[in-house]
T-cell receptor, first 114, second 115 residues
Framework: SQKIEQNSEALNIQEGKTATLTCNYT??????LQWYRQDPGRGPVFLLL?????KEKRKERLKVTFDTTLKQSLFHITASQPADSATYLC?????????????FGGGTRLMVKP | DAGVIQSPRHEVTEMGQEVTLRCKPI?????LFWYRQTMMRGLELLIY????????DSGMPEDRFSAKMPNASFSTLKIQPSEPRDSAVYFC?????????????FGDGTRLSIL
């Protein structure tokens, strides 16, 4: 069966450290992968997109890698801040013919402690 | 610019009642998506539209669920009759169609509780 796995356990880190979140998938060959942030009581908010031919993408303190051989994406937040505390979701296009349809992982909750 | 607008934000109703959730996508967006989010199953796609036409409704749980998009600025998701297991947060999202891999823009959801 097709799966997108994110660590369901919360990730607790100290302010200033780098947070690394993992997204693993099986039985897909996605053309791209997206990361979203979700705060309690709010809808997911788009952060970054990385395509299959890109190894790495950066945006300010955020970095995403995409390894199509390992079927894995890593999401890094450097110099983390308490305001980065949220749930982070990865999403893949599982059908390139299905026009922008995404399948989401279960999300990982990040807690940054001051 | 206004984002995706959903109403109501909260809905509490008794089992068996009809529930209608509403969504106004971002102007100019061609795709509209309805999702359901629960702790057990995460964020699941129910149905999506392209230019007001339903494209894939394979995620709709059963015939009690129906969705319409009568025009480019409005969509509804209806549950009739509602059951306690329908309790969840329902999100609407929209995106552009110009090429694939467009980000989806989400509303803040409707928290639905069926008693």
């Amino acid at each position: 069966s097709q799966k997108i796995e994110q660590n369901s356990e919360a990730l607790n880190i100290q302010e200033g450290k780098t947070a690394t979140l993992t997204c693993n998938y099986t039985n897909y060959s996605p053309a791209y992968l997206q990361w979203y942030r979700q705060d309690p009581g709010r809808g997911p908010v788009f952060l970054l997109l990385i395509r299959e031919n890109e190894k790495e993408k950066r945006k300010e303190r955020l970095k995403v890698t995409f390894d199509t051989t390992l079927k894995q994406s890593l999401f890094h937040i450097t110099a983390s801040q308490p305001a980065d505390s949220a749930t982070y979701l990865c999403a893949l296009d599982i059908d390139s013919n299905a026009g922008n349809m995404l399948t989401f992982g279960g999300g990982t909750r990040l807690m940054v402690k001051p | 610019d206004a984002g995706v607008i959903q109403s109501p934000r909260h809905e509490v109703t008794e089992m068996g009642q009809e529930v209608t959730l509403r969504c106004k996508p971002i102007s100019g967006h061609d795709y509209l998506f309805w999702y359901r989010q629960t702790m057990m199953r995460g964020l699941e796609l129910l149905i999506y539209f392209n230019n007001n036409v339903p494209i894939d409704d394979s995620g709709m749980p059963e015939d009690r669920f129906s969705a319409k998009m009568p025009n480019a600025s409005f969509s509804t998701l209806k549950i009739q009759p509602s059951e306690p297991r329908d309790s969840a947060v329902y999100f609407c999202a929209s995106s552009l169609v110009s090429g694939f891999s467009q980000p989806q823009h989400f509303g803040d959801g409707t928290r639905l509780s069926i008693l």
